[in-house]
């Protein structure tokens, strides 16, 4: 925290030019500062010494004007959600909350696009687009803003068939260390001018700018969507299920996968019943009728190959919704069984699918032995698993230990072929595997860092230190 | 040419220490210099000073740094099959001919992934990949170079089903402007670990560092796949039937639109028959049987609707083929009815697609009264067309004529929502446009540039100046 104290009287000027400018929308509150310096995780509670909440991109740029002035960090808020301590204010500084910017600025149904401010979630924007045939499908489970979905690339359960905010960013509105405000791509749905400053700040986790506007592609909502639940005799079985399914280019829109203990969880925290408990896949098919019918009845073959149950059907909206608001609680659902004073580490890795099926013994298998627990929920379709240790994250030991078996199953990961972080960001849980992931290439992030944040204002001590 | 010209010395000097180290894959002949500064398209013809022939990515670092020591220009060199110049020496110094690092390095069946030297062209991929039950979508009608395709964020005729070089580059390997060598990206399908160098490098045209590695996603062959062409009495009725098709979320593989010219070039170059000369859309479904059929039927109902004639069928391997090999001689085609001393400027752009009809037919009209010829051929799919104007762009009246046109054509797709170039890159040709359609941002890609090349030796004078 030593930068933190040095920090301390340029960030009090800072305050109060922006108290002047911001009247009420600014506060020092010690339960505001808390609440936007607390993680959903294990990382330590960090709050800025002020929050400002912004309603325009305009006042974006005034906010890091004056913070670039004062050269004091600023850290840009969505709803809080992240995994990674991405909004915590690890040097203190402004808090420049963008919940008040959730106005849906434009929907296209000719175009199946959008644009929206960032503070709009995810929920507000499907509500909004309810009747008009078209939806947003990337769902990441929290109930998330655009804004940081855009700045963590995040995808979730429906990645698989409808890609991530990397495929599904059209442009970008963002405002850069110095307050200048830039405008990135166009409404094409491509294009070849340029270097691609969407996909840099896609998932740079607010450290080159603010994303204050986000234009979205939008999907038709598919005739017929279907859920199907299936248990497995084994892990192995369910993954080989899943590898299978891939590799015969089956467009299902989602496979998730809950092990026997993350599904026990998910069951009891959602009061849900009439489930077997087992290592388990949960399938969404999308299509036409007969095309979701089509699909669902060659994943059933693969699936009895490995020894899968019957299908287990919900087609009506009601009945999917209750299986994916159950699934999407699985952090809670988690939590839910822990005892006072222990957290999760909630931690994501990606691997090439061939190795999926060893990366999640192995790592499962070495958290037995250092004396944990954690289910394991996967977005198995893309690769991509999550792991939860519960413990004690105040006892040096047990963080001491879990850390170890982190550190363990990331590089596991990457030597896989895979990565460190499949959809949670960086943040500051990660940065210690980013050089092990990319080697040299970490340099280069570093000199586009320098460049475009040469006073390392935005969002520091996240993804790369200058 | 004053540039050039400056640099003489230093060229020389690069030059000898070259052909010390490369013996006699290093070429200054005539002849090779001037296949090496020619372009596909109107572009003045600009040699380099001398080529080489790369075998490796160390070796390509070798030349950069030499290049690099003498702060000389670096042009990489695929198949030379760019539209907008980028292969042009326009101030001399080196080519990079990447030709010979044409190896497939590895194949990932269960993973559906692969690694190439960034020589290899896609259909020696394809051919690689015959018997795997995959195949590599991405397909320019060329036959380009993979590194190529990457470094201009190449697209096609697939990209409407399954992406463009954006969405399917999984990793690369890059030479950066001191030699420094990196790797980007992974195996796995998605990452949120750190900023998007690969999406940075795709795209940049070789103005940021030599691609000489490319990892790629791959796709299943599907079960089935069917060509169908239908004539339609006008271009708006065509261009409407691909926006319905599109907002009702068929997922069509191709749609292509060929005018009435367009179609008429294409026949004859290719000696093809029995085809009515009529605005016409070339429609490919992939998938299961049953799913291809039904995508099919909903095309054809829609079609139908605007006046579409019947479906002319082409399903055996063979007369796909045809009609696409045909297809793809668009570019020459066109040629083949220029007179002497004619050439094309061939160029693309790409708008929201409930804007695409007025965006051709504007154009169309506006090229008839500037006096001059061209067919309309796209990939409407995406909302993306070509325009090829054939005239003598060596009088400069001509030239004058055409090039205001195409003036009017791009800032027209812009102010519609749409990009200077959907697939073809920025080259030489399309840098006027860039700041027209990037606004604020362009100062952002040369702060990058600038950063990552300091003295200007990679493929100056494309993309943006520093």
Redesign the interface.
């Known amino acids: 925290m030593a930068l933190a104290e040095q920090l301390k009287p340029a960030v009090a000027a800072a305050t109060e030019e922006l108290r002047a400018r911001f009247g009420d929308r600014l506060s020092t509150a010690e339960a505001v500062r808390r609440h936007h310096g607390t993680g959903e995780a294990y990382h330590p509670v960090s709050p800025p010494d002020a929050v400002v909440f912004a309603r325009s991109t305009g006042e974006v740029s005034e906010v890091v004007g004056i913070a670039a002035r004062h050269k004091v960090p600023v850290i840009p808020y969505g709803t809080g959600t992240g995994l990674e301590g991405h909004t915590l204010a690890v040097r203190g500084g402004i808090t420049l909350d963008l919940s008040e910017m959730n106005e849906i600025l434009e929907v296209?149904?000719?175009?199946?696009?959008c644009r929206v401010q960032a503070g709009v979630t995810r929920k507000q924007l499907n509500a909004h687009l309810r009747d008009t045939g078209l939806f947003f499908p990337i769902d990441p489970g929290a109930d998330a803003s655009l804004g940081g979905m855009a700045a963590?690339?995040?995808?979730g359960t429906n990645?698989v068939r409808y890609?991530?905010m990397?495929?599904n960013v059209l442009g970008l509105t963002v405002v850069?260390a110095d307050g200048?405000?830039?405008?990135?791509g166009?409404?094409?749905?491509?294009?070849?001018?340029?270097?691609?400053?969407t996909?840099?700040m896609?998932?740079?986790e607010g450290t080159?700018g603010v994303i204050t506007e986000v234009g979205l592609r939008l999907?038709?909502v598919?005739e017929a969507m279907s859920s199907a639940v299936c248990a497995f005799p084994s892990l192995e079985a369910a993954v080989n299920t899943v590898?299978l399914t891939?590799?015969?280019?089956i467009?299902v829109a989602r496979i998730e996968l809950l092990d026997k203990e993350g599904l026990s969880a998910v069951l009891d925290y959602a009061k849900l019943e009439g489930f077997e408990i087992a290592d388990t896949l949960f399938f969404e098919f999308h299509?036409?009728t007969?095309?979701a019918a089509?699909q669902a009845e060659?994943v059933r073959a693969i699936a009895e190959e490995f020894g899968g149950s019957a299908f287990k059907w919900a087609s009506k909206t009601e009945e999917r919704a209750a299986l994916w608001e159950a699934r999407h609680n699985a952090h809670y659902a988690i939590l839910a069984r822990a005892r006072p004073g222990e957290r999760t580490l909630s931690t994501d890795v990606?691997?090439?699918?061939?190795r999926l099926a060893d990366c999640i013994l192995e790592s499962k298998a070495d958290l037995e032995e250092t004396g944990f627990w954690s289910p394991v929920i996967g977005h198995v379709g893309?690769?991509?698993f999550h792991m939860a240790p519960v413990a004690n994250y105040d006892d040096p030991e047990e963080n001491r230990r879990v850390q170890a078996w982190h550190a363990r199953m990331v590089r596991r990961?990457?030597e896989m072929?895979?990565?460190?972080?499949?959809?949670?960001?960086?943040g500051t849980g990660?940065m210690p595997?980013?050089e092990v992931?990319?080697?040299?290439?970490?340099?280069?992030?570093r000199?586009?860092?320098?460049?475009?944040d040469p006073d390392d204002i935005m969002n520091p001590g996240k993804?790369?230190e200058p």
Do not use: F
Request: charged share 25%.
């Open positions: 296209s149904v000719e175009d199946l696009d963590t690339r995040a995808s990645a890609g991530t990397k495929e850069l200048r405000v830039i405008e990135t166009t409404r094409a749905r491509k294009s070849s001018a340029g270097y691609d400053l996909r840099l896609v998932g740079s080159l999907a038709p598919p590898i891939i590799q015969s280019g467009p299509g036409s007969a095309a089509e060659a990606c691997v090439p699918i061939s893309d690769g991509n990961a990457i072929g895979g990565t460190c972080t499949g959809e949670h960001g960086v990660k595997y980013l992931e990319h080697g040299a290439a970490v340099e280069v992030m000199q586009i860092k320098r460049k475009l993804v790369v």
